[in-house]
């Protein structure tokens, strides 16, 4: 990727990246905020990348030497601070070591030293302390980008000196179009969307997640076969459903998607069929009117079952109710 393609949703915070090189109001320090998954490195790194950019530009041009070398790993002018010896936390010697040593040391090309800080919400007050100076008197060429997850966890005298960027959950259609524009089929695309609670990154391993598109064809045949049952063959279904225990709120859903998706039919993708006479037309519009309030009642009886669920009331009672209540 040469610079901010493939990150849709985010053309705010992209814009204010490129206008600030564009005029030459680069901050030393900035913080990208966000979820595992957000995708707050890759808008860091395509950031890093145009600033060590030889052509200049607003973004990464992908060819120069500074940016194959970026995507090697390699660049002689970016530093990755992580936490030593197998720890979770990055600490006063880390901080010591990897930036307060190479801040002293001029770039080795490029115009910054960029120190680039993943998981930067894991810094012990000690570390950021430690960091401080750097921050508040940084060197002209010394940028830092913090990602984190939690801004609750920097204190407050290296907060106030960052230019912070908070990375909101995207809306579904803009996880479905990259999606797409990754090469995922657009139905996959819609329902990872929908189950990714704005997170891409979740967006992504739903997609490629076989225990879960297993567990929405269980959703898809259960809510098609449940009024073809009778009422002891129904029950049985309990015993189906009981592997997917732990992860039932979630089944749900899938049941709800899939009455949602079968509203959405009734309510607007029938009516090319409307014949025009007035009562076949008004007789239409009442059965319609019936089928629709039938699957509210199926909406009705799901979330009764979350909730029941929620307040951890016996499993299999609460699906018996369920699927009895779906299959009126």
Not at 302 to 311: M, T
């Amino acid at each position: 990727m040469a610079g901010y393609e493939g990150m849709a949703g985010r053309e705010g915070i992209i814009e204010a990246l490129k206008r600030t090189k564009r005029h030459g109001k680069v901050s030393h320090a900035y913080i990208f905020e966000g979820p595992k998954g957000s995708g707050k490195r890759d808008l860091a790194s395509a950031f890093a990348k145009s600033l060590q950019c030889e052509a200049n530009g607003d973004q990464a041009c992908g060819e120069c030497i500074s940016c194959r070398v970026f995507e090697s790993g390699n660049h002689p002018d970016i530093i990755y601070v992580a936490p030593a010896g197998g720890t979770k936390s990055i600490g006063v010697d880390d901080v010591r070591e990897q930036v307060n040593r190479n801040m002293g040391i001029k770039p080795f090309k490029y115009r910054y030293k960029i120190f680039f800080v993943d998981n930067a919400s894991t810094m012990t007050p000690a570390a950021q302390n430690a960091m401080l100076k750097n921050v508040e008197e940084p060197e002209e060429y010394g940028i830092f980008l913090f990602m984190a997850d939690n801004l609750a966890a920097f204190l407050p005298t290296v907060l106030s000196r960052c230019v912070v960027y908070k990375l909101r959950p995207l809306a579904d259609s803009a996880i479905e179009k990259q999606l797409i524009d990754l090469g995922t089929d657009r139905e996959k695309a819609r329902l990872a969307a929908c189950f990714a609670q704005g997170n891409l990154g979740r967006a992504k391993e739903i997609t490629s997640s076989e225990a879960f598109m297993e567990m929405r064809g269980e959703a898809v045949r259960l809510a098609q076969a449940v009024r073809r049952l009778d009422i002891p063959e129904l029950l049985m279904q309990t015993l189906t459903l009981e592997k997917y225990k732990d992860q039932m709120q979630q089944f749900l859903d899938l049941l709800i998607l899939w009455y949602r998706d079968a509203m959405v039919v009734k309510s607007t993708g029938s009516t090319d069929r409307m014949i025009q006479q007035d009562k076949t037309s008004e007789i239409y519009s009442e059965a319609q009117a019936t089928e629709l309030k039938c699957l509210q009642r199926k909406f009705d009886a799901i979330w009764d079952a979350k909730k029941n669920l929620a307040r951890n009331a016996n499993f299999q009672l609460a699906m018996e109710a369920m699927l009895l209540q779906l299959r009126q």
